[in-house]
């Protein structure tokens, strides 16, 4: 959910939230916002890949996470994803698009994701994932859209059949 823009936009319309976010200060700082707002939304601090919801949702939005794993970490995300959407639910899924190099340094894994060793980004993993790979980790779900920005951001809107 990072600091929580969409879960509070969605809390504010009407809808039941539940935010997830591997950051406990990203938590935190949703956590005060939403008291800040007088909004209820459920929180949780866990990885995107140990996710295990019991309850099904209508809608999960998935804004810039999956780049920040190896592409077998995205299955497992997909795979989770896939089964706590309801049948019919929908999903919106982005990827950022090729990054500047910049001054940090990093290693790159044997999938291609990159490790950073040095600069601001140190511990961070990023992924570059090309559209193919995409149309993979969408497999078992319906491609409602396929958007592709001028920065080379993608933006995928699925369906669970």
């Known amino acids: 959910c990072g600091f929580g823009h969409w879960s509070i936009v969605l809390a504010k319309a009407g809808f039941r939230v539940k935010a997830v976010d591997i950051s406990s200060e990203a938590i935190k700082r949703l956590q005060k916002w939403a008291s800040e707002e007088g909004l209820s939304i459920d929180t ?3 990885p995107a890949q140990r996710i295990n919801l019991e309850e099904e949702f209508d809608a999960i939005i998935c804004n810039s996470v999956l780049d920040h794993m190896p592409f077998a970490d995205a299955m497992k995300v997909m795979y989770n994803i896939r089964n ?3 049948i019919g639910g929908i999903a919106y899924i982005s990827f950022d698009g090729l990054e500047e190099e910049g001054e940090d340094e990093f290693i790159v894994l044997d999938d291609g994701t990159r490790k950073y060793t ?23 779900m319906e491609i409602l859209e396929f958007i592709k920005k001028s920065n080379g951001k993608r933006e995928i809107w699925v369906r669970k059949k």
């Open 118 to 140: 040095k600069g601001e980004r140190k511990g961070m993993l990023w992924r570059f994932y090309t559209d193919d790979e995409i149309q993979v980790l969408c497999k078992d």
């Open 84 to 86: 706590v959407l309801k």
């Open 44 to 46: 949780d601090i866990t």
